[in-house]
């Protein structure tokens, strides 16, 4: 009976996280809390994968449990009565030992299959509580993660109009560091991000998590954010305003984050994709 309830609650436990694989990555955009948009397709038919060998294993244990039931050998034993001819009713005595016997091994058998049943309960954690993408607790925590490199300086393109500039936390922190043309000298951009505090007085970061796989080996994209009050942590906001450009001629030493004189901020909500490619 144990043995039965374990293959049920096995089974079940693949079924459960082929259904919850397919609920953020089929039918929502969850799973781009935890990796990036390419992984899509993957996980759809890994989650399609776990949800039809859990059902098959279901069923299989399932009928596996009904051929070999105890119920039809029972009836058999009490139907049996007198099996030596000598017409004494044994039915009683050997249904007294069975009744005794089952009822002590069930005793102690009901631990264990309530303990393999305790396995379903984290996959139904997955549907309940789905965790959020990750915020300006991981980012704080990454302060001293090395600002990214630009791929070539030649990939600065001009930038053109009057009006804001929309541009990616990425690219203005490459071309504030890396850009030898200084385009973003006087230059209006609009960036988009969540609030994370800053040690500094009369600053704060606004920052965008880039991903190189998964949320596992996420850093924090910073741009160092002046001239307005601080919203917030957390808090998903667009920032308009101007580049300052560094007083110092060579790079000091540590983590350096480029600076905006912001003069106008307006809350947004999250994004349905949060991290920047």
């Not at 030596?84 to 005793?107: C, E, K, L, V």
């Not at 951009?189 to 994370?196: E, I």
């Amino acid at each position: 009976m144990a043995a039965a309830v374990n293959r049920l609650s096995q089974n079940l436990v693949l079924a459960l996280l082929g259904g919850a694989v397919l609920r953020i990555s089929a039918f929502s955009t969850t799973y781009l809390n935890y990796v990036k948009p390419g992984f899509r397709p993957f996980l759809i038919g890994a989650g399609a994968g776990l949800l039809i060998l859990g059902l098959t294993g279901l069923v299989q244990a399932w009928r596996v449990g009904e051929e070999h039931g105890d119920g039809p050998v029972q009836g058999r034993a009490a139907e049996g009565g007198d099996t030596d001819g000598s017409g004494t009713d044994h039915a009683h005595g050997h249904g007294h030992a069975n009744g005794h016997g089952h009822g002590h091994a069930n005793g102690h058998g009901h631990g264990g299959p309530r303990v393999a049943w305790l396995l379903c309960l984290p996959v139904f954690a997955i549907f309940l509580i789905a965790p959020p993408a990750l915020g300006s607790f991981a980012a704080a925590r990454s302060d001293d993660t090395p600002r990214p490199r630009s791929q070539a300086l030649s990939a600065f393109t001009p930038l053109t109009g009057d009006g804001p500039v929309d541009m990616k936390i990425g690219e203005f922190i490459g071309r504030a560091w890396d850009d030898e043309k200084k385009s973003l000298t006087g230059r209006r951009v609009r960036l988009t991000g969540f609030a994370v505090p800053s040690k500094k007085r009369g600053q704060w970061y606004l920052t965008r998590m880039q991903l190189a796989c998964c949320a596992a080996d996420a850093f924090p994209l910073k741009v160092a954010i002046k001239g307005v009050p601080a919203p917030p942590a957390d808090t998903w906001v667009e920032v308009t305003g101007t580049w300052i450009p560094p007083t110092f001629e060579k790079m000091p030493n540590g983590v350096v984050h480029p600076e905006l004189s912001a003069t106008d901020l307006v809350k947004i909500d999250a994004p349905a994709e949060p991290y920047e490619d």
